[in-house]
């Protein structure tokens, strides 16, 4: 079935270090958005990636879709207290529902 | 806010008894899914709605477990003779047609059965 591999599960830096999770998906992905949920909250949008190669950012964070479109990165650059949660990625093979990798869950020591 | 709304957003229940959520999704989004996510875990797809169609169901939804979305826009989900194991956070998210499946997730009803 269609599943989506994401590492590491937990990340834990000091303030101020870069972060970078890793997603893989075994077969080809339509596209692939990335989701940010806090302690206690809901998953929350952060970005779609839909072309090959494709790199997008967003101030600190630059996220990657692989050549071959079946992985995909995000990385944080200098990491703050606010970007404590867990990141998730979801992979979208056309049909309408997502795929969710198991997170990443970040933590940063100030 | 006219973000997708949930509720609950608590509910304890009894093992054996029957439990119904209500999502209220974006208005004029035509799509409309429910995930359940287990602690430490990525959301688990469950079910999606284009308008009030049901187009898909996962495996992990029995025969315990019906949605409905009679008039294309809010949806119920409800559990029968609930199970320890259902236990989870039951979030619905919404998209708008021809987004190429960006969603928009609700704030989640917790359930946790004794």
């Known amino acids: 079935g269609q599943q989506v591999m994401q590492i590491p599960q937990y990340q834990h830096v000091q303030e101020g270090e870069d972060f970078t999770t890793y997603c893989n998906s075994s077969t080809t992905l339509s596209n692939i958005q990335w989701y940010k949920q806090r302690p206690g909250g809901h998953p929350v949008f952060l970005i779609q990636?839909?072309?090959?190669?494709e790199v997008k950012k967003q101030k600190r964070l630059t996220f990657q879709f692989g050549e071959a479109k079946k992985n995909s990165s995000l990385h944080i650059t200098a990491t703050q207290t606010t970007d404590v949660g867990t990141y998730f990625c979801?992979?979208?093979?056309?049909?309408?529902?997502?795929?969710f990798g198991q997170g990443t869950r970040l933590t940063i020591n100030p | 806010d006219t973000g997708v709304s949930q509720n609950p957003r608590h509910k304890i229940t009894k093992r054996g008894q029957n439990v119904t959520f209500r999502c209220d999704p974006i208005?004029?989004?035509?799509?409309l899914y429910w995930y359940r996510q287990t602690l430490g875990q990525g959301p688990e797809f469950l079910t999606y709605f284009q308008n009030e169609a049901q187009l898909e169901k996962s495996r992990l939804l029995s025969d315990r477990f019906s949605a409905e979305r009679p008039k294309g826009s809010f949806s119920t989900l409800e559990i029968q003779r609930t199970e320890q194991g259902d236990s989870a956070m039951y979030l619905c998210?919404?998209?708008?047609?021809?987004?190429?499946?960006?969603?928009?997730f609700g704030p989640g009803t917790r359930l946790t059965v004794l």
């Open positions: 990636l839909v072309k090959s190669g």
């Open positions: 979801a992979g979208g093979w056309g049909a309408q529902k997502l795929v």
């Open positions: 208005s004029e989004h035509n799509r």
């Open positions: 998210a919404s998209s708008p047609s021809g987004s190429l499946d960006t969603q928009y």
